[in-house]
């Protein structure tokens, strides 16, 4: 008769379990992501393509490519030089919208003074932006500036901002 170490066999069956239950998580996890994916390009059309990864999204169609990523924290490095960066608060989610004839940015904060704002909108002016309006309700602003082919708009209120720029090619 053939004698096991116990101590060997639960460590290989412990091994064994957590082995095949991350397996069935990921791959659980996985089926899931292309069923979301699925439903999403129906949803827009037998035209687009759908990536889901984690915090991050990317839908490409006909008409451009749309990105959704809430690993980037920090200004994108793609915006133009022209356009001051918005170094207040945090940031949580960046969007990005390449048309072909033109491209936009969406970057979304936490942790925003109203003080914050207004400084932001002064800096624009010093960089030569017109501001097309300003809207103020409660505790929230809501600004336009242009300056060539460069859209910047800010909308925010107590302790958030959203911050949008656009190019024209």
């Known amino acids: 008769?053939?004698?096991?170490?116990?101590?060997?066999?639960?460590?290989?069956?412990?091994?064994?379990?957590?082995?095949s239950l991350v397996a069935i998580t990921t791959s659980c996890?996985?089926?899931a992501e292309k069923t979301q994916?699925?439903?999403i390009e129906k949803a827009i059309g037998d035209n687009a393509n759908?990536?889901?990864?984690?915090?991050?999204?990317?839908?490409?169609?006909?008409?451009?490519?749309?990105?959704?990523?809430?690993?980037?924290?920090s200004w994108?490095?793609?915006i133009p030089n022209e356009v001051p960066e918005f170094k207040e608060g945090k940031v949580v989610v960046v969007n990005?919208?390449?048309?072909?004839?033109?491209k936009n940015w969406v970057v979304i904060?936490?942790?925003v003074s109203q003080e914050a704002i207004e400084n932001y909108k002064k800096e624009l002016e010093r960089n030569d932006f017109k501001i097309n309006f300003t809207t103020r309700a409660g505790t929230g602003t809501h600004f336009a500036a242009e300056k060539g082919?460069?859209?910047?708009?800010?909308?925010?209120?107590?302790?958030?901002?959203?911050?949008?720029?656009?190019?024209?090619?």
């Open 96 to 102: 990005t919208q390449d048309m072909g004839k033109g």
């Open 109 to 111: 904060y936490e942790d």
């Open 1 to 19: 008769m053939k004698h096991f170490n116990l101590i060997k066999v639960t460590r290989v069956m412990a091994l064994f379990v957590t082995l």
């Open 50 to 73: 759908v990536d889901l990864d984690d915090e991050k999204i990317v839908i490409e169609t006909e008409e451009g490519t749309f990105t959704t990523d809430a690993n980037i924290q």
């Open 149 to 169: 082919n460069l859209m910047v708009m800010l909308m925010g209120d107590e302790g958030g901002a959203s911050i949008s720029i656009s190019v024209e090619n």
């Open 29 to 31: 996890k996985r089926a």
């Open 76 to 78: 994108p490095k793609e």
């Open 37 to 39: 994916e699925k439903i």
